[in-house]
T-cell receptor
Framework: GAGVSQSPSNKVTEKGKDVELRCDPI?????LYWYRQRLGQGLEFLIY????????KSGLPSDRFSAERTGESVSTLTIQRTQQEDSAVYLC?????????????FGSGTQLSVL | AQKITQTQPGMFVQEKEAVTLDCTYD???????LFWYKQPSSGEMIFLIY??????QNATEGRYSLNFQKARKSANLVISASQLGDSAMYFC?????????????FGKGTMLLVSP
C-alpha cells in the first residue's frame, strides 16, 4: 500500500481480555517499529524489527506484551490480560534502513481503551 | 538519563512570527541523527526535518530550520512566519549510530499554539 496501515483504528476492551493490533508496513520497508503514546505524552518505544534479525524488545513494558513479524510484512502486537494503564494510542512505523537519515513513516495508530 | 529533553511543555506564538522549540540530547555516540516530527490534533506523525551529527550546515526545509549546536548538544527547531496550521505537538527524536539499524528515541514533545 501507499502508507503504513494499522487496524483496528479503535479498540475498546474489558480489563483482563487479550487484544491484537495489526500493522501493515510500506512495501519494501525492512524496519518496523511499535510505539505507545499515552494521552498528552510522548512516544514510548516498544519493539523494533529489522529484516530477519532478532527484534529489539527492550521497550516492552511487561511480559504481557509481545509482537511478531513474518519476514518483511505484517506485524501483530499482542497485549494479554489488558490493564487500564494499557489504554493509549499504539503507533506503528516503518522505514528502509539504508541511510542514517531514513525517516520513519507512521500509521494513524490504534486507539486502545481498556475499561 | 533522558536521551531527548524538550523543556517547553507549551509555547504560544502569534501568526507570522518566528518561534523556537528547544531540544537537547544526550549521547556518547559520535554518529547520530536528529529528527523533528509534527503531530497535529488528527494524530498523524509528520516528518519535518533531519540533522546529521556530521553535517556542517544547519538543516533547512522551507519555513523550518534546525539550529544545531553540537557542543551544547542542542537541536532547536525554528519555525519562521508561523501559520495557524502550525498549531500541533512537536517532537524531537534521535537515532544513534551511523546507519538506519536502530530505533528513534523521542522527547516528550512541545505543544505549539499559533494565535491570529
Amino acid at each position: 500500500g501507499a502508507g503504513v496501515s494499522q487496524s483496528p483504528s479503535n479498540k475498546v476492551t474489558e480489563k483482563g481480555k487479550d487484544v491484537e493490533l495489526r500493522c501493515d508496513p510500506i512495501s519494501g520497508h525492512t524496519a518496523l517499529y511499535w510505539y505507545r503514546q499515552r494521552l498528552g505524552q510522548g512516544l514510548e518505544f516498544l519493539i523494533y524489527f529489522q529484516g530477519n534479525s532478532a527484534p529489539d524488545k527492550s521497550g516492552l513494558p511487561s511480559d504481557r506484551f509481545s509482537a511478531e513479524r513474518t519476514g518483511e510484512s505484517v506485524s501483530t502486537l499482542t497485549i494479554q490480560r489488558t490493564q487500564q494503564e494499557d489504554s493509549a494510542v499504539y503507533l506503528c512505523a516503518s522505514s528502509s534502513y539504508r541511510v542514517p537519515n531514513e525517516k520513519l513513516f507512521f500509521g494513524s495508530g490504534t486507539q486502545l481503551s481498556v475499561l | 538519563a533522558q536521551k531527548i529533553t524538550q523543556t517547553q511543555p507549551g509555547m504560544f506564538v502569534q501568526e507570522k512570527e518566528a518561534v523556537t522549540l528547544d531540544c537537547t540530547y544526550d549521547t556518547s555516540d559520535p554518529s547520530y541523527g536528529l529528527f523533528w516530527y509534527k503531530q497535529p490534533s488528527s494524530g498523524e506523525m509528520i516528518f519535518l526535518i533531519y540533522q546529521g551529527s556530521y553535517d556542517q550546515q544547519n538543516a533547512t526545509e522551507g519555513r523550518y530550520s534546525l539550529n544545531f549546536q553540537k557542543a551544547r548538544k542542542s537541536a532547536n527547531l525554528v519555525i519562521s512566519a508561523s501559520q495557524l496550521g502550525d498549531s500541533a505537538m512537536y517532537f524531537c527524536a534521535m537515532r544513534e549510530g551511523n546507519s538506519g539499524y536502530s530505533t528513534l528515541t523521542f522527547g516528550k514533545g512541545t505543544m505549539l499554539l499559533v494565535s491570529p
